[in-house]
T-cell receptor, first 114, second 115 residues
């Protein structure tokens, strides 16, 4: 079974631009969540999607948005990029069976904003 | 909102010794507490989790304990091995059915196991 894939793996943008990152979950996983990881702020939850619906969102400005498609693939978009948006963006796909979660992370997209 | 503290920030142990990482949370409504391991340059892995209706959970050499009254939970690694060296993150969230609220992570503990 293929793992979680993210594209692109690396990205360089300049301030003010926008970026779209893609995540393909493990087959059968309907929940996709996104995280930002930086040396200063650590791991932070961005949002979670399930069956094309955003169920939860972390404390990020409206410049950060996402969506999920009917095949569970998800995209996140960051508009009007700022230097502080430079980070590793991770997505994870989850499968809940009863109260037990199985969650796998993708390799991440490393975004550098200049 | 929820706040998660994690201690220590760095931990060095001799191979074969035990390691304990402790987290405290602020929101008493939180009921799901996962732990993640992230080796250098790799993606995080969910290694164990615990729900608030359980006091302890074990999986081979790792265990997690939860004290709801004190609002703290701990990761215990016994018989540590060099491959346990990594950054460990705790997290807290409210989990209902198959959905969970915003996940709040601790700042991480860098564990080094010295051969």
């Amino acid at each position: 079974k293929a793992g979680v894939t993210q594209t692109p793996r690396y990205l360089i943008k300049t301030r003010g631009q926008q970026v779209t990152l893609s995540c393909s979950p493990i087959s059968g996983h309907r929940s996709v969540s996104w995280y930002q990881q930086t040396p200063g702020q650590g791991l932070q939850f961005l949002f979670e999607y399930f069956s094309e619906t955003q169920r939860n969102k972390g404390n990020f400005p409206g410049r950060f948005s996402g969506r999920q498609f009917s095949n569970s693939r998800s995209e996140m978009n960051v508009s009007t990029l700022e230097l502080g948006d430079s980070a590793l963006y991770l997505c994870a796909s989850s499968l809940w069976a009863g109260s037990q979660e199985t969650q796998y992370f993708g390799p991440g997209t490393r975004l550098l904003v200049l | 909102g929820e706040n998660v503290e994690q201690h220590p920030s760095t931990l060095s142990v001799q191979e074969g010794d035990s390691a304990v990482i402790k987290c405290t949370y602020s929101d008493s409504a939180s009921n799901y507490f996962p732990w993640y391991k992230q080796e250098l340059g790799k993606r995080p892995q969910l290694i164990i989790d615990i729900r608030s209706n359980v006091g302890e959970k074990k999986d081979q050499r790792i265990a997690v304990t939860l004290n709801k009254t004190a609002k703290h939970f701990s990761l215990h690694i016994t018989e540590t091995q060099p491959e346990d060296s990594a950054v460990y993150f705790c997290a807290a969230t409210l989990h209902e059915k198959t959905s969970y609220d915003k996940v709040i992570f601790g700042p991480g503990t860098s564990l080094s196991v010295i051969p």
